[in-house]
């Protein structure tokens, strides 16, 4: 087996966070084949012996978990929230396993979104400059005409950002009453983005649902349910997450 970083190894093993492996590291409370280690170090897994404050950690890789949950409304996308309201980790409690979300969608969003207990993963959909192509299906006041479609699958500057947004596909679904529903496709993850979009083009978004991520679709998922992805279908979204990236020249920051 390939070498590894040390707080990544900790983290595989169920044993400490990447973070706090890390400072267990500079903190000198490591060793590595009875050598104290130091930051950056890598070991070979079932191999190198490493020990962590006289406890020996033996190589254990955990099986991973990523479920597509359907979010509903009013659940925030956060492990914890001091405001006491209802969060998106609750929805997959009786798995018994701490998952955290990858990615966000505000408090008055609905649909798909990913949790997980797997870093890579969630550094991979999270990572890409250009991402894994997102879904949202919006529904807005009012019509929406060709100029205005136009202006939404344009770079926009939205306000308080240094450059623009990358371009977006952008289709019109359908329109019943004063209601006009679309489908919006972008590869990046800035705060509230589609509202915040649609607010430059001058409309107001009565719903917003994420119906899809890569090839991933809420679809068959009840609103508050979850159901857990295969492995087969994990590979193939990191597969998809590297091809981005690999397009877009590099990966930033997460």
Known sequence: MEKIKLQKYFSECGVLSRRA??????????????????????????????????????WRERHRTVAAVNKPRGYVCTAKDEKGRRQVTDLTAELGKRLYPVGRLDMASEGLIFLTDDGDFANLMTGAAHGVPKVYRVSVRGNVDEKTLALLRSPM????????????????VDRHGDITRL??????????????????????????????????????????????????????????????????GGERDA
Request: charged share 35%; with cysteine; proline share 4%.
């Open 21 to 58: 492996a890390e400072e267990e590291i500079a903190a000198g409370s490591v060793t590595v084949n009875g050598r104290k280690a130091s930051p950056g170090d890598r070991v070979e897994p079932g191999v190198d012996r490493v020990v962590w404050r006289g406890r020996g950690i033996v």
């Open 157 to 172: 500057m939205l306000e308080g950002e240094s450059r623009p947004t990358e371009p977006a596909e952008v289709y019109r």
């Open 183 to 248: 489908d919006i496709t972008i590869r990046e993850g800035r705060n509230r983005q589609i509202r915040r979009m649609c607010e430059a083009a001058g409309l107001e978004v009565a719903r917003l649902k994420r119906i899809m991520i890569g090839f991933v679709s809420v679809n068959g998922i009840a609103p508050g349910r979850y159901r857990l992805l295969d492995d087969g279908e994990v590979a193939d979204l990191k597969r998809l997450a590297r091809m981005t990236a690999e397009k877009s």
